[in-house]
Nanobody
């Protein structure tokens, strides 16, 4: 399974970004896809995840500002990020978890300037 993430970039505080991730390969239909992030000097943390059935879970800091969505037909997951803050600056990783294993994308840099 390969995950290809895109959509990162440099934005100013208060602006929005949408991240996209497409999975390819042998994918079990029942799975969890989501986004994690890692800021310099910090551990990787969950941002938001969504099951193939539509259930979602958000980190507290993401609630109300970020929205995760999926397109199961395309094995894709998206993260709409609004009202971005400088503390959202991190490398964002796409992930897929299934009974066959856990897979990670290469990461996409999001930088929010104040």
């Amino acid at each position: 399974v390969q995950l290809q993430a895109s959509g990162g970039g440099l934005v100013q505080a208060g602006e929005s970004l949408t991240l996209s991730c497409a999975a390819s390969g042998s994918i079990v239909s029942l799975n969890l896809m989501g986004w994690y992030r890692q800021a310099p000097g910090k551990q990787r943390e969950m941002v938001a995840v969504a099951t193939s059935g539509g259930a979602t879970n958000y980190a507290d800091y993401a609630k109300g500002r970020f929205s995760i969505s999926r397109d199961n037909a395309k094995n894709a997951v998206y993260l709409q990020m609004d009202s971005l803050k400088p503390e959202d600056t991190a490398v964002y990783y796409c992930a897929l978890q299934s009974i066959r294993g856990n897979y990670w994308g290469q990461g996409t840099q999001v930088t929010v300037s104040s």
